[in-house]
């Protein structure tokens, strides 16, 4: 299992670059076997947000994946990400003036080393990533094991993560961050064109979680995430196309409680094109602490957050992937997501209706060759 790890001062424009960067794997719930091919892969990604009369963030970067097979029962692979933010994150809520510019760059670097078995693989993973103000590092190991006739594999996980923040508004304070987590999930095959998996994760954090460069923001020391995740892939025969499924729960103990349902659709296409459109819904619950806009701001309790991360909201993203198969070992993939955020949308209701409404855009452009 791959750690991950948030910075306190990420946008939310980050935090969906995180998941944009996701290279291919070298290691997938049926891939027991040791590949026989490497693998190189470059991603481009470039998002910005935006809010009415709100100046906001833009991110540019790229990321170089590599996988080698070793030996035949051995595979070694490492990602590079370097990704440059710029912009201005509101003080407090979107509606209040006096924003903070940002101006960061982050690099970070994976590594991973998987050992295959005739029933099954391990794999070892460490990451690293620095900028001017926080520095992460991770460690991880994941265990798969399948049944005889591989329609079944049982996936364990954990990890944990260390982060130092050093905010750049005071050079001489230090915090720290530590993540522990773990992961179980199954994954079966139902019929010859069906797969269904159930992930269960848990996420144990102590530390720093507040924001220092927002005001009124002191949040708990602890943070303890449940995660439940269920995906149902379907294969179409006669259109040779695939329907991927998928629906998410999440709870911690801040108070917040998201779903996400998620919905592609793969379809092959003469001349080795290959379309996929997407459509994604999230809802949240608010953060027991988080402070509408409405709300004095007199008399705070134990602790407070005028983050609008943490607020009630509902989301919506659409989005296509295109791939081309330009020769035997080349591919060519370009991928467009829209994003809109509303305080009304929230499932549960509760929203903050003085937020300003949150909109996101984001382009992909991906090359990768295998020898």
């Known amino acids: 299992m791959k750690s991950v790890t948030t910075k306190t001062t990420n946008t939310i424009g980050a935090a969906l670059f995180a998941a944009a960067m996701t290279l ?7 891939g027991e076997a040791a590949p026989d091919r490497g693998l190189v892969s470059f991603k481009y990604l470039n998002y910005e947000d935006s809010q009415p009369g709100q100046e906001r963030i833009g991110v540019n970067a790229f990321s170089i994946m590599g996988m080698a097979p ?17 912009g201005a994150s509101p003080d407090a809520h979107t509606t209040i003036s006096g924003a903070s510019k940002i101006k960061e760059n982050r ?3 994976d590594l991973g080393l998987t050992r295959y078995f005739s029933m099954g693989s391990v794999t070892l993973g460490n990451s690293y990533s620095q900028e001017n103000d926080y520095i992460s590092r991770g460690y991880s ?49 139902l019929t010859r064109q069906d797969i269904v998996q159930l992930n269960v994760g848990y996420s144990n954090g102590n530390g720093y979680y507040s924001d220092p ?3 009124f923001d002191l949040r708990p020391d602890k943070r303890q995430i449940k995660t439940v995740l269920t995906r149902w ?35 092959p296409l003469p001349h080795e094109w290959t379309v996929t459109p997407l459509f994604r819904f999230y809802s949240q619950t608010a953060a027991s602490f988080y402070i509408p806009t409405s709300d004095p701001l007199t008399d705070l309790p134990a602790y407070y957050s005028m ?11 659409i989005g296509l992937k295109v791939e081309k198969q330009i020769a035997r070992d080349w591919l060519v993939d370009a991928k467009f997501e829209s994003y809109q955020q509303r305080a009304e949308w929230c499932l549960s209701g509760g929203g903050d209706p003085g937020l300003l409404p949150f909109n996101a855009r984001s382009v992909q452009l991906g090359l990768s060759r295998t020898f």
């Open 24 to 30: 291919p794997s070298s290691h997938s719930a049926f």
């Open 107 to 109: 690099q970070a670097v």
């Open 70 to 86: 070793i030996a035949g029962k051995w595979s070694i692979s490492t990602t590079y990400t370097n990704d440059s933010v710029s």
């Open 307 to 317: 983050d609008q991360r943490l607020s009630a909201f509902g989301a919506i993203t």
């Open 213 to 215: 460069y927002k005001l």
């Open 233 to 267: 892939n379907h294969h179409f025969d006669r259109k040779d196309g695939t329907s991927r499924l998928s629906y998410r729960y999440y709870t911690d103990s801040f108070g917040v409680n998201a779903h996400t349902f998620g919905l592609e659709y793969v379809q």
């Open 141 to 189: 190991a994941q265990a798969s094991i399948s049944t005889e006739d591989k329609n079944t594999t049982c996936t364990f996980g954990g990890s944990y993560t260390t982060d130092t923040i050093n905010p750049t508004i005071d050079k001489t304070s230090f915090y720290d961050k530590r993540v522990l987590s773990c992961m179980i999930g199954v994954t079966q095959i």
